[in-house]
Structures are given as C-alpha cells and as structure tokens.
C-alpha cells in the first residue's frame, strides 16, 4: 500500500471531464482540495463516528432488557504519560448468553485518583443507563480501585489474574 501511495495518479475533475487527464501529485492535498474531491479522512472519520453510533444505539437497547450488569475496570499510563481507563460490561442477555462489551476507553485528565476514575464510571453508566443495574466491578488491588468501589457503592470483586500475577512475580523475584 505504501508503494501506491507514493506513485502520481490521474485524477478527472468535473472541470476537465471533456479535457485529457492530468497528473497530481499524492502529495499535495491542495490538489486534492482543488480539484473538488472530499478530503478522505474527513469522509472515514464520518462514517468511523455514523458507525460507532449506530452500534451503540444498539447496544442501549440491547441493555435496556437486562436486569443485573457487572463491570470490570483498569486503568494505564501510555508511554506518553496519558492517563486512561476501560469500562467493561459483563450480563446475560435476552437469550441467557453470556456477553461481554467494552462500553468506554476514557482519557482521565488528572491521573488514577478514585474521585476522576468514579467520575468518569458514573458517566458511562448513565449515558449507558446502567447505574441502577449494575452490582459488581472487578478491578485490581491498587488502593484508588478499592476506594473507587466504595465511592460506586458496588460490591468489588479483585481480579484473579491480578493476584495470579503479582505471586508468581513475587515468587519469581524470591527464587532469584
């Protein structure tokens, strides 16, 4: 694809349609722009985000009929020393299949404290209209976590592959 990228293309614009065709350069978004086609990230980011919700129209509805929901969260730094945190969540639906579906990535502005973490939860779940439903959320044993649950007022379950993780990592730095 790389290769494509870099070749001239012939591009017939409406002014030239009874004209030869002429050489632009891929390079030169002017051109581009001048010749009257629409910019193609601006079409990919429309129909990305016309997408994106729709699936999550679909998803609401498909929560609406659910009784009980349980979450699970975690947060991470980027090597840019971003912030974020996931959001997903775990039922049965219509069918008694068990489904699970990320309902968030969220940038959190000042860091992992249980207030930004609870704040940007508590929106998730009522854009999602879960506050009501939900029960459980599993997350590791970092202490902001814990407050975290307590400040939802949601039973908190630890992550086993959290606790799985730090014995055998404790274990591996006692052997050596």
Not at 124 to 151: H, Y
């Amino acid at each position: 694809m790389g290769r494509h990228l870099l070749n001239s293309h012939k591009i017939l614009s409406k002014k030239n349609v009874n004209k030869e065709e002429e050489e632009v350069d891929p390079s030169s978004i002017a051109n581009v722009y001048h010749n009257g086609m629409p910019s193609i990230s601006k079409k990919l980011s429309e129909m990305a985000t016309n997408h994106y919700l729709e699936k999550k129209a679909l998803l609401k509805e498909s929560l609406l009929k659910t009784k009980i929901v349980n979450l699970t969260t975690d947060c991470w730094t980027s090597v840019q020393n971003f912030s974020y945190i996931d959001l997903t969540d775990h039922y049965l639906d219509c069918n008694l299949n068990f489904t699970s579906v990320l309902l968030a990535i969220r940038h959190l502005i000042c860091g992992h404290s249980s207030k930004n973490m609870e704040e940007s939860i508590s929106e998730i779940l009522n854009d999602f209209v879960l506050k009501e439903k939900t029960k459980n959320i599993t997350t590791d044993n970092a202490s902001s976590m814990i407050q975290l649950a307590e400040r939802l007022q949601l039973n908190r379950i630890p992550c086993i592959a959290h606790i799985l993780h730090l014995i055998v990592k404790n274990t591996l730095k006692a052997i050596k």
